[in-house]
C-alpha cells in the first residue's frame, strides 16, 4: 500500500526521536502495549463484527493476517507497514473516525513493528466444557463522580429487589428504593442486559468491553456469590434470557450470531449466524423448544434449538429492532424499533403471508414513540406493556392498545424498564443515571435515586 511522502519523513523522525525508549529498554508488549491501542482507536471498524476493509486487529494473528488491500504489518519493517503509516500525516487516513494517534502510541506501533512484531499474548485457557472464563472482578467496588448511565434494569420475581446495570457491577436495591442491598461486583465495564432465573435464586448479566469481548456473568443471589462467568465473541453481547427451566441462557451477538449456553458450565450449545446485522437479543418459547433472536437487520427469526434448524422470519421488515420481551404466559413477542415502532407479533412460523407479505402474525401495533425504543416490558399478568423512549416510557393496554400512563422527566434515552411483579409499579433507567419508580396506572412518580454511591 502507498502512503504520502510527508508520512514517510514523519515516520522517520518518530523513529529516531531521542524522546522514544533506548535499545536497552524492554521489547513493546503486543498484549499491553500494542492491542490496547488498537482496541481503543481501531477496533470500532476493524473487529469481527464489523471487518471495514477486511481487516480485524482483535489479535496478533488477525493483525498479522491483513485484509483485503494485503498486510498491514511488515515485521522489522515500520515504513513498510500500513498500520503504523496510516496513521501519520495531518489528517492521517486512519483512524478514520475520532482522534489521531498520539506520538507516543505511533512511537509504540513503530518499535513493536521495527522490533519484529512479536506476539506475547497470554493463552486463555477455557474450561472442562470448552468455555473461556472472564475477566477477573474487580478487587474492591468501583468509585463514582457521577452517576453511571444505566442500560438494564429488572424487578425480582419476588419483587423484594430491584438489579441495577453499573460499572464493573450490578448493584441490588430494595425495591422500596430505600437504599443497596448487595454490590455484585465483577469484570465487565458494561452491564447491557440482564435476566432473573424463575425462581429467583439466580441473576444473569449480558455486555462486556466493546471491541475487545463479550461477557456473560451469573451470580448467586443466596450467596450473594459469582457462580459463572464467560467471554464470548471480541465485542459486547446483548439482550439475555433464562431458559424456562433455567438449564440454558440465550443472547445475541455484535458478531450477528444467536447464541444459546448451558447456565452450568457456560458451554456453548448452539451459535445461529442467520442475522445480517448486529443482534441484539434472544429469548425462548414457552416451552423452552424454540429460539427467538431479533436485531438491527429488521428481522425476528425463529429456529428449533434441538437441531438449529431455522424455522421462518416471524415478520415482515419495518425498523431495526432494539429490544425485545416475550409474553410471561403465551407465545408473543413484544419489540421496540429503532423508528419509534411498537409491535407485538405470535411466535410462528410465517407461511400464511401472500406475494402481499402480508404481516400475518402481527398482533398489535401501538402508537410511534417520539423515538427510538431500547427497552421493553410486560407486566406479569401480560395485561400491560411498557416502552422506553427518549425522555419518557409510557404504559399501554396490552389488548386494546390504548395508553394507560405516560411517565416523563427522564434526561435523554430510557434504555431499560421493568414491571414488579404484582404490575402496580414500574421502573426505569437509562441516560441520565437515575432510578425512577412510578405507580401504574396513575403514573405518578413514587422515587428517584442514584443507583451508587457518588464519590467526593
Not at 437479543?281 to 437487520?297: N, Y
Amino acid at each position: 500500500m502507498m502512503f504520502r511522502r510527508a508520512a514517510f519523513h514523519a515516520l522517520c523522525l518518530i523513529a529516531g526521536s531521542s524522546a522514544l525508549p533506548t535499545l536497552a529498554d524492554k521489547p513493546v508488549s503486543f498484549e499491553k502495549d500494542v492491542l490496547p491501542i488498537l482496541n481503543a482507536s481501531c477496533a470500532g471498524c476493524h473487529q469481527p463484527g464489523k471487518l471495514k476493509g477486511g481487516l480485524d486487529v482483535t489479535t496478533h494473528k488477525a493483525v498479522m493476517t491483513g485484509g483485503k488491500n494485503g498486510i498491514a504489518v511488515k515485521p522489522g519493517e515500520a515504513t513498510k507497514s500500513p498500520l503504523v503509516t496510516m496513521t501519520l500525516g495531518d489528517p492521517p487516513e486512519m483512524p478514520s473516525k475520532g482522534d489521531p494517534l498520539s506520538k507516543k502510541e505511533i512511537a509504540t506501533l513503530t518499535r513493536w513493528v521495527n522490533e519484529g512484531a512479536k506476539d506475547d499474548s497470554t493463552a486463555v485457557a477455557a474450561t472442562a466444557s470448552g468455555a473461556i472464563p472472564g475477566p477477573a472482578p474487580l478487587p474492591a467496588p468501583p468509585t463514582y463522580s457521577a452517576a453511571p448511565v444505566i442500560g438494564a434494569i429488572a424487578y425480582s420475581p419476588d419483587g423484594s429487589l430491584i438489579a441495577v446495570g453499573g460499572y464493573y457491577e450490578t448493584i441490588l436495591h430494595k425495591a422500596d428504593g430505600t437504599g443497596i442491598a448487595a454490590r455484585l461486583v465483577g469484570g465487565s465495564p458494561r452491564v447491557l442486559a440482564m435476566s432473573f432465573s424463575t425462581d429467583g435464586k439466580r441473576l444473569a448479566t449480558a455486555g462486556g468491553a466493546p471491541g475487545q469481548y463479550g461477557h456473560v456473568q451469573i451470580w448467586n443471589l443466596e450467596t450473594k456469590s459469582l457462580a459463572g462467568s464467560w467471554k464470548y465473541t471480541a465485542d459486547t453481547v446483548f439482550g439475555i434470557n433464562f431458559s424456562p427451566d433455567g438449564s440454558q441462557l440465550a443472547f445475541g451477538c455484535a458478531d450477528k450470531s444467536a447464541r444459546v449456553i448451558s447456565a452450568a458450565d457456560g458451554k456453548e450449545l448452539l451459535k445461529l449466524d442467520q442475522h445480517t446485522d448486529w443482534c441484539l437479543g434472544a429469548l425462548f418459547t414457552v416451552d423452552g423448544k424454540r429460539l427467538l433472536s431479533a436485531g438491527r437487520d429488521q428481522a425476528m427469526k425463529l429456529t428449533a434449538i434441538a437441531n438449529g434448524q431455522f424455522i421462518d422470519d416471524v415478520n415482515n421488515p419495518l425498523d431495526p429492532i432494539m429490544a425485545i420481551a416475550r409474553h410471561p404466559k403465551e407465545d408473543q413477542v413484544l419489540y421496540g424499533g429503532a423508528n419509534g415502532g411498537v409491535r407485538v407479533y405470535k411466535i410462528a412460523d410465517n407461511q400464511a403471508r401472500t406475494a402481499g407479505r402480508n404481516d400475518t402474525n402481527l398482533v398489535k401495533d401501538f402508537e410511534r414513540q417520539p423515538a427510538g425504543v431500547h427497552g421493553v416490558a410486560w407486566s406479569a399478568d401480560g395485561a400491560r406493556i411498557a416502552v422506553g423512549s427518549v425522555g419518557e416510557a409510557r404504559v399501554y393496554d396490552a389488548k386494546s392498545g390504548s395508553k394507560v400512563a405516560t411517565l416523563p422527566g427522564h434526561d435523554g434515552g430510557v434504555f431499560a424498564v421493568s414491571f414488579s411483579p404484582d404490575g402496580k409499579r414500574l421502573v426505569t433507567g437509562g441516560y441520565d443515571g437515575n432510578v425512577r419508580i412510578f405507580d401504574v396506572p396513575s403514573g405518578k412518580l413514587v422515587t428517584s435515586f442514584v443507583p451508587v454511591p457518588i464519590g467526593k
